[in-house]
């Protein structure tokens, strides 16, 4: 049934609304007992919708939009300006949070009212709704006139937290809040904007100024604190204040605030001062540095990593310091050596040992620095493998960085080495020194140094234990590859099977007596391919030798009879009974100087030459011999004249009344000079790998010109040795000469490749 109802008249509908309104205000007003009860809610609404229904002439839908702002407005400007305008500093603020409050409320209320046009009118239309409306009247009234006045005493209030002040952190956030809430659109509900995406009004009325305000309060502090604080006491300073400031946008200011708050504080205390900072005289970068303060190291990257280009100051500092704490090394070692040339070998083979120990012990202290206080970053692992790649490729006394490392090896693997290590400390060690190495540039000059002092280890049962010297082969081989470790490779596994070899020798000679010699026999059977190339010769054995040499050649070929025998009698060594006055001493000997004495068992004196063409022995290899027999520790033969020289006409007597305190000695021969050896080998080597690296690229480019063909070579041998330009060129001429390559007469300055 429809309801019939007189149409209600504009200003009489209007009048029960502006009752409404009144009551609205003094319940904001919180005057005591003031409420709205139901029906006076359905009251309201139903006039509202009433008017809004109405047929016309009497539907008053447009007026009553039009009402609904005027009522805002009037609100506003009657009450709420007013009482903002007497208000100042803080009290201005609160009143500014109360009113935006109130405002709310009344909109809420007020839209419950007027929802009619909220539903039906507004949608038609597409006009702006109620709560934009209100909002809109709250932001063109009162907002537009207090935000740079609200701005200016948030800023002070913030700058006031900054210097330890207590201040209203809660106001600060509604007030905030109030620019964020009046900068959401809500021109469309059904696209709310999301909470924490800031708002236009927030930024541009706020943070801007804000970012400004914090640029000039860090900027006078950080002037200030640059010139009376020590480097650790600023950036204490520093790194506070910014955590403070961290601290402040999860307390009152808007996530989106951080980004720009954070970048113009370390640009005022860090970017802007950088090099006053790090070089702040007795107490920048260096200082903390050579002082050893980690602690402050380890802030200084947190703070410089904040900021753009703000670490590689800070690693090329890092890379100077250590680059100089290395060459002061270095130069200690020279300086040692230089005082003690003309002590022992021992003694100069300690210095370089500590040497190798203390880079060792650099390289730990300064990679504890990479990992804890610069926080394993890569800059910072470049700048120390730059610092060591000089120091690592220093001389000293003459000796190469990979000599030493190869002796320091040698000393840590051997049996009665200086160094005294566990298990766990050699594996250790070895896993140091393979780290180093990969700085050093000739790393096949290490590898050739350390095939030699490794054969020297196997062939002499010098080695400490064959786990570590397989354990120290395999790192090698994952730092540097299986080309360089297959050669030692095969030797542990000679010596392996040398050792099976001797047994079943043994065991030969026991079933076949005729065979069995006079004196007891160890052979070592190598492969050529694997060992280091030994000096050999024809020496004339004595009879008891020679019967053990032929009796170890008929039992190899039993079982290998396609392969050759190549004796090294250098490397051999023989124990010997000398009978002398006082008493017999049992003396260990190498082959040469065992067949040398041999020789006075038929006669008394001897000839250096008589020797020489008995032994068939050249010149130099014989004046050794003598030398070690004659003139050095044990005179074990007597020469004439006495000097501590042998020269061509000497003649030699065997001492009969030499004598020791010890039963068993061991006469050492006088070192010879393997390094120049090793270098001439390692060379030698270099030109075949340089030949197969041109031939390498060329193949496969066909033609290319002198520049890039050079720096192709380079880059690929530069993971083994940095190979020289000028022998690179004289292997290019070489390789043209044997005609793999030629001159492109197409080309100017090109190679073509010749298949």
Excluded at 95 to 106: A, G, P, Q, S
Excluded at 217 to 242: F, G, H, N, R
Excluded at 430 to 442: A, E, G, N, Q
Aim: hydrophobic share 35%.
């Amino acid at each position: 049934m429809t309801r019939n109802r007189e149409p209600v008249p504009l200003e009489v509908g209007w009048k029960q609304m502006e009752a409404g309104t009144k009551k609205l205000e003094r319940i904001l007003d919180d005057e005591p007992g003031v409420a709205f009860k139901s029906d006076e809610y359905m009251k309201l609404y139903t006039t509202i919708y009433d008017m809004c229904t109405q047929k016309a002439p009497h539907d008053y839908t447009s007026e009553l939009y039009d009402r609904y702002k005027m009522v805002l407005d009037k609100y506003i400007t009657d009450t709420v300006l007013p009482s903002l305008r007497e208000k100042h500093g803080e009290f201005l603020l609160r009143e500014l949070v109360l009113r935006w409050k109130n405002h709310r409320i009344m909109v809420k209320w007020l839209s419950r009212f007027f929802n009619y046009l909220d539903r039906y009118y507004i949608p038609r239309r597409s006009i702006v709704g109620l709560k934009a409306v209100g909002q809109s009247c709250f932001e063109t009234l009162v907002y537009d006139e207090l935000k740079a006045t609200v701005t200016s005493i948030v800023i002070a209030m913030i700058d006031e937290d900054r210097e330890g002040q207590i201040i209203d952190r809660t106001l600060i956030k509604n007030v905030l809040d109030t620019y964020i809430e009046l900068g959401q659109d809500l021109t469309t509900e059904h696209q709310p904007t999301r909470p924490d995406s800031g708002s236009k009004l927030y930024s541009e009325d706020f943070q801007d100024a804000f970012r400004q305000g914090t640029v000039d309060y860090y900027s006078k502090k950080a002037q200030t604190w640059i010139v009376e604080d020590t480097c650790p006491e600023y950036m204490l300073k520093a790194e506070e204040c910014l955590q403070k400031e961290k601290e402040r946008v999860a307390h009152y200011l808007h996530s989106s605030t951080e980004p720009t708050l954070m970048e113009a504080a370390q640009g005022e205390l860090l970017a802007k001062l950088i090099d006053q900072i790090l070089k702040k005289e007795n107490s920048g970068c260096k200082v903390l540095l050579c002082d050893e303060k980690v602690e402050d190291l380890s802030r200084m990257f947190r703070l410089f990593s904040r900021i753009k280009d703000g670490l590689p100051p800070v690693s090329k500092i890092f890379q100077e310091h250590v680059n100089k704490v290395g060459m002061s090394l270095v130069k200690q070692a020279v300086d040692a050596a230089t005082s003690k040339k003309n002590e022992k070998k021992d003694v100069v083979s300690a210095l370089e040992l500590d040497y190798v120990r203390k880079i060792i012990d650099l390289h730990d202290k300064y990679m504890a620095y990479v990992l804890n206080c610069f926080q394993n970053h890569t800059l910072f692992h470049k700048a120390l493998k730059e610092a060591f790649e000089v120091v690592c490729n220093k001389d000293v006394a003459g000796c190469t960085s990979a000599e030493l490392f190869a002796s320091y090896c040698d000393n840590i693997l051997r049996k009665g080495g200086i160094e005294k290590l566990s298990d766990e400390a050699i594996e250790e060690n070895l896993d140091k020194v393979v780290k180093l190495l990969t700085y050093i540039s000739d790393k096949d000059l290490f590898i050739e140094f350390h095939r030699k002092k490794l054969g020297r280890r196997l062939l002499f049962d010098k080695s400490g234990n064959d786990e570590q010297e397989r354990s120290l082969l395999s790192k090698l081989k994952q730092h540097f590859g299986g080309q360089f470790t297959s050669k030692m490779e095969g030797m542990l596994n000679d010596i392996c099977a040398a050792k099976e070899n001797q047994a079943k020798y043994d065991e030969y000679i026991s079933t076949n007596p005729e065979l069995h010699p006079s004196v007891d026999l160890s052979v070592q059977v190598l492969t050529t391919g694997y060992w280091p190339t030994y000096k050999s010769s024809d020496i004339n054995l004595p009879s008891e030798m020679v019967k053990c040499v032929e009796g170890f050649k008929e039992f190899y070929q039993s079982f290998k009879k396609h392969r050759k025998l190549n004796w090294i009698f250098s490397l051999g060594s023989c124990h010997i009974v000398g009978k002398f006055d006082v008493k017999p001493i049992e003396l260990i000997l190498t082959t040469y100087q065992g067949a040398l004495l041999l020789l006075f068992n038929e006669a008394e004196k001897l000839s250096f030459s008589e020797i020489a063409t008995q032994l068939n022995l050249s010149e130099d290899d014989t004046a050794r011999v003598l030398h070690s027999l004659s003139c050095g520790k044990y005179k074990i033969l007597n020469k004439e004249p006495c000097s501590r020289t042998i020269s061509p006409n000497d003649i030699f007597e065997f001492n009969h009344k030499f004598t020791d305190k010890m039963r068993r000695i061991k006469v050492q021969l006088p070192p010879s000079d393997e390094k120049k050896k090793v270098i001439d080998d390692v060379n030698k080597d270099r030109r075949f790998a340089i030949d197969a690296s041109l031939v390498r690229i060329m193949k496969s480019r066909k033609i290319m010109t002198h520049q890039n063909l050079v720096a192709e070579c380079v880059e690929q041998l530069s993971r083994m040795f940095k190979p020289d330009i000028k022998m690179i060129k004289r292997r290019i001429e070489d390789l043209i000469t044997r005609e793999y390559l030629e001159r492109d007469v197409d080309a100017a300055n090109s190679y073509r490749y010749l298949a």
